[in-house]
């Protein structure tokens, strides 16, 4: 049975760190693209990071660049987001998603083309 399942969230001060991980099992990570997205109360989900099967290329949406790191570790079937400098706004359930793609540099960027879903994290930036 393919599962993605992410690590726990968690409490963070402003300016804090947090590492997600999103561990899969059922598949191998090799043959897929990964993406963390998230979604705060009584706003649309929104995509995050991604990282391509290749491992090769990673992109960021604008509001985490040089904050967020996406990596990945196959070896582990596991997928990291590094998040520092956390703010306030980045309060949000963070979702893994994966979607099948054979040794690519492709980064998918929208939801609906990932075949894979976890289920969720909260991860809450408060003082």
């Known amino acids: 049975q393919l599962q993605l399942v992410e690590s726990e969230g968690g409490l963070v001060q402003p300016g804090g760190s947090l590492r997600l991980s999103c561990t899969c099992s059922?598949?191998?990570?090799?043959?897929?693209?990964i993406g963390w997205f998230r979604q705060a109360p009584g706003k649309e989900r929104e995509g995050v990071s991604y990282i391509s099967s290749s491992g090769g290329s990673t992109d960021y949406a604008d509001s985490v660049k040089g904050r967020f790191t996406i990596s990945r570790d196959n070896d582990k079937n596991t997928v990291y987001l590094q998040m520092n400098s956390l703010k306030p706004e980045d309060t949000a359930v963070y979702y893994c998603?994966?979607?099948?793609?054979?040794?690519?540099?492709?980064?998918?960027?929208?939801?609906?083309?990932?075949?894979?879903w976890g289920q969720g994290t909260q991860v809450t930036v408060s003082s």
């Open positions: 059922g598949f191998t990570l090799d043959y897929y693209a």
């Open positions: 998603a994966a979607k099948v793609s054979f040794y690519s540099d492709y980064v998918p960027h929208h939801g609906g083309e990932y075949d894979y």
